[in-house]
């Protein structure tokens, strides 16, 4: 297996890390880390995270750390990461850049 961070959610970490920094660096630096560990464990269990109600396909999944949402496909051997997104946010099937 192998992980592909797709440029929109490359983008979305580096918003999160720029809005937390505002108030600490450190705080911000250390959020962008555990996210990246999160992705780290989908290389040994990709299914683990929860199909995207929104999506609806058995291999658009998400997990979730902290407020986000980091969205995810499984094709194949490789594990795509669409984005990472706030809970909060209206997200809908369009908002999703594929690959």
Do not use: C
């Not at 297996?1 to 959610?9: L, N, Q």
């Not at 911000?28 to 929860?50: C, H, S, Y």
């Amino acid at each position: 297996m192998v992980i592909f961070w797709s440029i929109p959610a490359r983008h979305d970490l580096k918003l999160i890390y720029q809005y937390i920094a505002n108030d600490s660096k450190r705080y911000a630096a250390r959020v962008i880390q555990d996210i990246t560990n999160k992705v780290e464990i989908l290389l040994e269990f990709p299914q683990i995270g929860m199909k995207v109600q929104e999506i609806g396909e058995d291999n658009v999944r998400e997990i979730g750390l902290y407020s986000y949402r980091i969205l995810y496909e499984l094709r194949g051997d490789t594990i795509y990461i669409h984005g990472v997104i706030h809970k909060r946010r209206n997200f809908k099937p369009e908002d999703l850049h594929r690959v």
